[in-house]
């Protein structure tokens, strides 16, 4: 269907092309072929990277679409504040080349990211798979890497926390909302949420999970049996661990000034310091005969 799409987009058709190799078909403006190989060159290495992470063969052919606009893309998708999307139903990843692509990293997390998606569906059905979930492991395997573009001034997961403004692990289950503090948090809160399972009981625990639900049964079994956890105790565990960090975050902003005043009160005494070393070497060198 992305196919189809972009096909039908004011573009002639003459100007879409595509490249295949085993199990990715590259479909893209006629404009954007080098973009199109790189991404041909990439998929293999992202393939065996997240094969290695999560133990799940990448068996089954992706379509990659590249959207050389980003009101097209917008058009196609209906959301604003993505540079790709998964559709994991058409093992279809859309991505907007012009606002995705900024570094030469960016388009393996992303490619890897979205893969991601496609692989955590293709072995777990939909409904057993949170969305807390999906997302936070696509975002754990590409480095914290996370297809929203939103500015960001801080962590807006801490500041949640201590207003007491944490989404509820239910209501993420379900979905992301709409709004674009919201969406932040959601995802934030996602990354948070599995770095707490891979901290708190390992790769493995994380990896049991996932192949808990891709045997069958639902989340709460899954949970329960590879991590003797409800969705309950898990949030519970999880703002826990927040709150001892909080601590820190509200130590270091309650004594914020006078940190900076001894900071730089340090920086002086060394820059007074290395004056007086750097006279006495000159007055010593006078006072050298030789």
Aim: with cysteine; charged share 20%.
């Amino acid at each position: 269907m992305p196919a189809l799409l972009i096909l039908c987009a004011p573009a002639p058709a003459a100007e879409i092309e595509s490249l295949r190799a085993n199990n990715v078909t590259v479909v893209f403006p006629s404009s954007m072929l080098s973009g199109a190989e790189e991404v041909l060159n990439i998929f293999p290495f992202v393939c065996r990277e997240l094969e290695d992470h999560l133990g799940f063969e990448v068996d089954f052919h992706s379509t990659v679409v590249l959207v050389a606009d980003s009101s097209e893309f917008q058009r196609m998708t209906g959301r604003s504040m993505v540079v790709a999307l998964a559709i994991p139903r058409r093992y279809t990843i859309l991505i907007d080349w012009s606002r995705s692509v900024s570094h030469p990293h960016r388009l393996h997390d992303l490619l890897k990211h979205e893969l991601c998606h496609l692989l955590l569906h293709d072995r777990i059905p939909g409904a057993r798979l949170p969305r807390w979930l999906d997302e936070g492991v696509a975002q754990w395997v590409s480095g914290g890497f996370a297809e929203v573009v939103l500015p960001r001034r801080g962590s807006v997961l801490d500041e949640a926390f201590l207003s007491g403004r944490t989404i509820p692990l239910n209501a993420l289950s379900r979905g992301f909302f709409a709004d674009d503090r919201s969406v932040l948090l959601a995802y934030e809160q996602s990354l948070s949420l599995v770095q707490f399972i891979v901290d708190r009981y390992g790769t493995d625990g994380l990896l049991s999970l996932l192949k808990g639900l891709a045997q069958g049964g639902s989340f709460e079994n899954a949970l329960s049996k590879n991590l003797s956890l409800t969705t309950a105790s898990l949030e519970e565990a999880w703002l826990e661990d927040l709150k001892g960090k909080a601590v820190w975050i509200t130590l270091l902003i309650g004594h914020l000034y006078q940190i900076l005043f001894f900071l730089g009160a340090a920086i002086l005494a060394a820059g007074f310091v290395r004056h007086i070393r750097k006279k006495r070497a000159a007055m010593d060198a006078l006072d050298d005969p030789d």
